[in-house]
Structure formats: C-alpha cells, structure tokens
C-alpha cells in the first residue's frame, strides 16, 4: 500500500482530482480557483495525474497568490474605519464574550 501525503486512499485522490483542472500547468479546485495545497498536489503527482513539474509551478503559484492575498488583507485591515473596528469589536464579543481576549491571527491586532 502506498503512503500518500493526505493521508487519503488512491481512490479518494482520483475522487478529489475529479474536482480540480488544470490552468496551463498548474492545478486548480473548480470550486473556487485556488490551488490545492502542497499534500494534494503531490499525491496528484504521485499516482501520476500530474507531472513533477505541476507540482513544483501550482507550488509557486499557490504561495505567489497566498502573499498577494495577504498583502491585500493586511491593507484593507489597517484602513478600517474605527465604526469598522468597533462592529468588529461587538462581534468578537458576542461569539466569545466580553471577557475574552480575541487577536487576529494575521495582523497580531487584540480585538
């Protein structure tokens, strides 16, 4: 039996590639454009619906698009507008409580 990074069977892998496509060279979900992550891509590769190569190109291009995105995320964060920050602030406090010290994961701010 093979040993697959996802930890998933063959079959499940054919099952998952069923729900991808190829942009050029590079792997997409169809459900939302992006690139699987790493794992996936190589047990692509591995059971052979893929090339090497796919993998190295969707590798670059997922971690090329996840900086870009960040990038955008961590501007549009700072430039909130304080009625915003403070909409935030009562959700975070509804889910969690006024107690609680709620801190964005990216950005590092304490809600």
């Given at each position: 039996m093979e040993n697959?990074?996802?930890?998933?069977?063959?079959?499940?892998?054919?099952?998952?590639?069923?729900?991808?496509?190829?942009?050029?060279?590079?792997?997409?979900?169809?459900?939302?454009?992006?690139?699987?992550?790493?794992?996936?891509?190589?047990?692509?590769?591995?059971?052979?619906?893929?090339?090497?190569?796919?993998?190295?190109?969707?590798?670059?291009t997922r971690k090329i698009e996840q900086t870009a995105f960040l990038k955008e995320y961590m501007f549009a964060q700072a430039n909130r507008s304080e009625e915003d920050k403070n909409e935030e602030r009562m959700m975070a406090q509804a889910a969690f409580g006024s107690d609680a010290k709620v801190v964005n994961v990216i950005t590092g701010e304490v809600l």
């Open positions: 697959f990074e996802t930890g998933y069977t063959a079959e499940k892998i054919i099952e998952n590639f069923a729900g991808a496509y190829m942009d050029g060279d590079v792997v997409r979900w169809v459900s939302n454009d992006k690139v699987p992550f790493l794992d996936m891509v190589t047990d692509f590769a591995t059971l052979g619906l893929i090339a090497d190569f796919q993998v190295e190109l969707s590798e670059n």
